[in-house]
């Protein structure tokens, strides 16, 4: 039997597991912010700007796919990557060629992305004061399956991936893997399969936990019943958090945008609102031709801005918007080559990747993977006249670490 015959064919399964919640206050320490900007600073720039672009090429896929339903959409560029970083690391030939064109790893050797992934990920596990962030990656391998131990070591190496070899016929082997998503996304997420597929031999996962409060609380006293109109013209009665200070704010002809710092501010998340008179399809086009607009830093000034409550639980299988940005080899059972996995025959290809996120906004804070905001990056004078920012009507967001201008989490709420 050649490398492409088919029959007997192994596949392997990709979970990427994100939660966002809402939060507690809670003293959690971190690295100060100076000697976190030390660490940001030796991240590959590279690295942050793939996932960045990669994120918003499968936003865009995912809102147009889905752009008749309305729904809400919210993904983890970082997540996605991490998890498909470690995937890569057994890619060959063109497989791998298709990988790096989705994902933007052209010019950058395997190790160097491997040692970029590294620093990201500890910088990320070192959110600072008032954060709590969790990045873990784990390998689940059917026994008896043989593997190549310098794949496995790699990403033990490089994304402290736990390695685990389970008799995948047992019916308590899923168990096992939804009891480490349980454990790693602190009890929210705590079922992410049903069951493992016969043909399955292997499965990557990566967990991303993040709780942070607000550097600024909103008084729950201050909460207030008002409307949010809803993607179809029809408004909603919603809680509307509110409060008034000094923010980073940019304003112009189509939109309002505006930084909430978390903690220490070290993370924060940009809340970008449509104008009433443009829509977020509009903004999408802006987002989608330039997101780097959004990532520098804002004027401080002095404002009202009403943010409402809410949770989003979203849960997508993203084979098909992957094939669609181009990374179709991988998923092709026949031509697949992750020779750098496994011996062959018979073949290794990839047969799913499940991307399920949860998050939830009130007065206290966010639960969310680690995104870094650097307090008044750029400061300068307060405008004269203060800002009013609304949200009630559909939005996007994005929670970001200021001092590697990272996206970690990225989302459109068309309704509440």
Not at 17 to 45: P, W, Y
Not at 239 to 245: A, H, P, S
Request: glycine share 6%.
């Amino acid at each position: 039997m050649t490398m492409f015959e088919k029959g007997n064919v192994l596949t392997a399964g990709i979970i990427l597991v994100l939660f966002l919640t809402g939060c507690t206050q809670h003293s959690t320490k971190g690295i100060a912010l100076e000697n976190r900007q030390a660490e940001a600073s030796a991240v590959d720039s590279r690295i942050v700007d793939a996932s960045n672009k990669f994120g918003m090429q499968l936003h865009q896929q995912l809102v147009q796919k889905e752009q008749n339903q309305k729904k809400n959409i919210f993904i983890s560029p970082t997540s996605i990557s991490l998890a498909l970083a470690m995937t890569y690391n057994g890619s060959r030939g063109e497989s791998q060629t298709s990988m790096a064109k989705t994902m933007g790893w052209q010019g950058m050797s395997i190790d160097e992305l491997n040692r970029g992934n590294e620093a990201l990920i500890s910088l990320l596990n070192q959110p600072g004061n008032g954060v709590q962030m969790n990045i873990a990656n784990s390998i689940w391998l059917r026994k008896g399956t043989p593997f190549h131990s310098n794949f496995m070591k790699t990403n033990q190496e490089f994304y402290q991936a736990k390695v685990t070899e389970l008799d995948f016929n047992n019916p308590e082997a899923s168990d096992n893997i939804n009891d480490w998503v349980n454990k790693n996304t602190n009890g929210k997420i705590p079922k992410v399969i049903e069951s493992i597929d016969p043909t399955e031999v292997l499965i990557l996962a990566n967990a991303v936990y993040f709780n942070g409060g607000w550097k600024k609380e909103f008084q729950l006293s201050d909460t207030k019943e008002e409307s949010f109109k809803q993607h179809d013209g029809s408004t909603k009665q919603v809680q509307m958090m509110v409060q008034t200070g000094t923010y980073e704010y940019l304003q112009e002809e189509e939109f309002q945008a505006i930084r909430l710092p978390y903690g220490d501010g070290q993370m924060d998340m940009l809340v970008i609102l449509p104008d009433e008179a443009s829509s977020l399809g509009a903004l999408h086009d802006q987002l989608w031709a330039d997101h780097s607009k959004w990532q520098q830093p804002f004027q401080q000034n002095e404002g009202e801005i009403k943010l409402p409550r809410f949770k989003i639980e979203y849960e997508k299988q993203l084979k098909e918007p992957l094939k669609a940005l181009g990374m179709e080899l991988p998923f092709d059972e026949m031509m697949a080559d992750f020779s750098g996995m496994a011996p062959i025959p018979p073949n290794l290809f990839i047969s799913a990747v499940t991307h399920k996120t949860f998050v939830e906004v009130n007065e206290k804070g966010t639960e969310a993977a680690a995104v870094t905001a650097v307090e008044m990056a750029q400061a300068s004078a307060p405008t004269a006249t203060p800002f009013q920012m609304t949200i009630n009507r559909p939005f996007f967001f994005a929670i970001e670490d200021r001092q590697t201008n990272a996206w970690l989490f990225v989302g459109s709420v068309v309704e509440l």
